[in-house]
């Protein structure tokens, strides 16, 4: 083989090689840029479900006031079958209804009034689920009976001795939740959605228009 075509052949292995090294460069950059946009993805959606989570702990603080109230009056229904019991949320305009319901069948909403006689609320899901689980819990979505609306509620079991004797449930309409989850952004762009519960979201990119 002749000088020249040695150095054509070494010239061609070079370039080979100059090559593969660009290729393996750019994908250790592109693993290295994927890796720090993950971790700091993750890192944004992190801190604003915390803030979330503190919206969601504080409707449930509602709940769980009139709960501890109903249950101090020990089955003293003359008092807590009124509607000045369920007025700890009057004061949140993003709760739709504070409903208070008893095993001899009162059921009273804040905002709708007196149902007793009308339906009967020990045959809502959110009524015994607070009886079978025995704490404060979220529901999934339903539509209220109360309103007509699509919600998630915190409800909560009532105590007297110790025994059941009824349970609070505190509807924040949907629309609230979604609310709240659109405000979620990566950067000021993004969009938040519900996916299943209320703690579980997912986080998508903005709509690309066409």
């Not at 020249?4 to 950059?29: D, P, Q, R, T």
């Not at 604003?48 to 969601?56: F, T, V």
């Not at 609320?121 to 704490?135: G, L, N, S």
């Not at 409800?155 to 989850?181: R, Y």
Request: with cysteine.
């Amino acid at each position: 083989m002749s000088l020249k075509h040695k150095f054509m052949a070494l010239s061609g292995i070079m370039g080979l090689l100059m090559a593969i090294v660009a290729i393996i460069g750019y994908v250790m950059a592109s693993r290295e840029l994927n890796q720090s946009v993950d971790s700091e993805l993750r890192a944004t959606i992190s801190r604003e479900a915390m803030e979330l989570d503190g919206w969601l702990r504080e409707k449930r603080a509602f709940g769980e006031a009139t709960t501890n109230y109903m249950t101090s009056l020990n089955g003293n229904f003359d008092i807590m079958h009124s509607k000045a019991t369920l007025g700890t949320t009057m004061s949140d305009k993003e709760i739709l209804e504070m409903t208070g319901a008893t095993e001899d069948g009162w059921w009273m909403g804040y905002y709708t009034g007196d149902k007793t006689g009308k339906r009967d609320p020990r045959q809502r899901p959110w009524y015994k689920d607070a009886k079978a689980k025995a704490k404060v819990f979220f529901t999934d979505a339903y539509v209220a009976a109360s309103t007509g609306k699509l919600v998630v509620s915190v409800a909560a079991p009532v105590k007297a001795d110790g025994q059941f004797i009824g349970a609070t449930c505190v509807d924040i309409a949907l629309d609230a939740i979604t609310e709240q989850v659109n405000k979620l952004k990566y950067h000021g762009e993004g969009a938040g959605i519900v996916m299943e519960k209320v703690a579980i979201f997912s986080r998508l990119p903005a709509p690309v228009s066409r």
